[in-house]
Structure formats: structure tokens, C-alpha cells
């Protein structure tokens, strides 16, 4: 029996030990995967920063050319008032100097009817 016992006791510890290297193998396998994994990642996310950087500097450029169209805008409204004014003004002196010559011609003709 106690040969027997032995020859179990053996084959047993054999099992196991094959047990604990396929184990092993198994956790050395998915640490190599998690590796990769987390590297890509890390990659992915270094790449997603840099054009998120990127964004954020464009979208500064984008601001400063919107600022400056919309002062250039402004401008031009204020030159297009100053013009619509001299052409008011200017409507304004023409229907005055209008009005003028046609109330000289009514008190020249009151003058001529009532003479």
C-alpha cells in the first residue's frame, strides 16, 4: 500500500505542477495582451490630445479672422453712414435751394399779378 500511495502521491504532484505551468502560461499570455492594449491606448489617447490641441489653436485663429471680419464689417456700416448722410445732407440742400427758387417764383409772380 504504501508503494501504491507513492506512485499516487507522484502522479498527482505531476498533474499539478502541469497545472501551475499551463496557468502561468495563461496569466503571462493575458499580461502580454493587457500590455499591448494599454499601449494603443495610451497611443489613441496621445493622438486624440495632439488634435484636440490642434482644435483648440484653430479655433483661436477662427476666433482672432471672425474679430476682424467683424470690425472690417463695422467699418464699412460706418462708411456706408457716412456716405447715406452726405447723400441725405445733400438731398436735404437741394430740396432747400428747390424750395427757395420756387417761393422767389411765387413772390415774383404775387409781384407781377399784383401789379
Do not use: P
Not at 495610451?42 to 495632439?50: A, V
Amino acid at each position: 500500500m504504501s508503494w501504491n500511495s507513492r506512485k499516487d502521491n507522484r502522479f498527482t504532484n505531476i498533474i499539478l505542477v502541469l497545472i501551475c505551468i499551463v496557468l502561468i502560461v495563461i496569466l503571462g499570455g493575458l499580461l502580454l495582451t493587457n500590455h499591448k492594449e494599454v499601449k494603443q491606448e495610451s497611443e489613441r489617447l496621445e493622438k486624440l490630445s495632439q488634435n484636440q490641441a490642434t482644435g483648440i489653436d484653430d479655433y483661436e485663429a477662427v476666433k482672432e479672422h471672425a474679430s476682424e471680419l467683424k470690425e472690417e464689417a463695422d467699418e464699412e456700416d460706418e462708411e456706408a453712414a457716412d456716405s447715406s448722410n452726405k447723400k441725405e445732407k445733400a438731398e436735404a440742400d437741394r430740396t432747400s435751394s428747390d424750395g427757395d427758387k420756387a417761393q422767389s417764383t411765387d413772390k415774383s409772380d404775387t409781384k407781377a399779378g399784383g401789379q
